[in-house]
Every structure is written in C-alpha cells, then in structure tokens.
Nanobody
Framework: QVQLVESGGGMVQAGDSLRLSCVAS????????KGWFRQAPGKERVFVAA????????YYADSVKGRFTISRDNVKNTVYLQMNSLKPEDTAVYYC?????????????????WGQGTQVTVSS
C-alpha cells in the first residue's frame, strides 16, 4: 500500500523557518519525481516545488523561489521542504506528492500519490 506521510508543520511567526518532511512507503519511489502543493483556506490547491527522480532538477513556484528549498534523500525515501523567511501568505495545508515518472511537472493531476497534508500557519 502506497503511503506518503508528511510532518513538520506548525505555527510560526513571520520571518521564521520550518522544514517539512515526507516519508514514502509501499512503492519504488526512489526514481520518481516528488513535490509539494499547498492549499490555503477558500483557495485552490497550487504547486509549490518539485524535484526530479534523481534529485538533479528542481522547480519552484515564483511565490516561494529564493525562500524554499526542496531536497530528497533516496536512502530514507524522504523528501524535504525547507521554508525560510515565512510570510503570512504561506499559511496553508501542505501536501506531499509523488508520481511514477522521473520528470518534474507542476500539474496536480500528474501526481498519482498524495499525502494527507500538514498545516502551516504563519502569523504576522
């Protein structure tokens, strides 16, 4: 059974940092592209960042570029999202995703596997 489990969310103040983790189990995830999406209250789920199967390529939404860093540890089957200089507009539920392809995409429908989400709240 394929499972993605996120952790690391919480409540912080503007300017603080958080690191989200996502552990994958039940599948051969090492070669798969992984990423993060987020959904703020009353808004659609949007792309945040993605990393290729090898980890050699990354891509970020403009809103987080320069502040967030995605990385992966294929030995631990884990993908991370380091979030620095957090802003109130970063408040959302963050979802870890994986797809059965090595290539990055920003399209939510291209990711077959989704975690349950972890809440990040940034106060001003």
């Amino acid at each position: 059974q394929v499972q993605l489990v996120e952790s690391g969310g919480g409540m912080v103040q503007a300017g603080d940092s958080l690191r989200l983790s996502c552990v994958a189990s039940g599948g051969p995830f090492n070669g798969y592209a992984k990423g993060w999406f987020r959904q703020a209250p009353g808004k659609e789920r949007v792309f945040v960042a993605a990393i290729s199967g090898s980890g050699g390529s990354t891509y970020y939404a403009d809103s987080v570029k320069g502040r967030f860093t995605i990385s992966r540890d294929n030995v631990k089957n884990t993908v991370y999202l380091q979030m620095n200089s957090l802003k109130p507009e970063d408040t959302a539920v963050y979802y870890c995703v994986a797809r059965t392809r090595a290539v990055i995409t920003t399209m939510p429908g291209s990711y077959e596997y989704w975690g349950q989400g972890t809440q990040v709240t940034v106060s001003s």
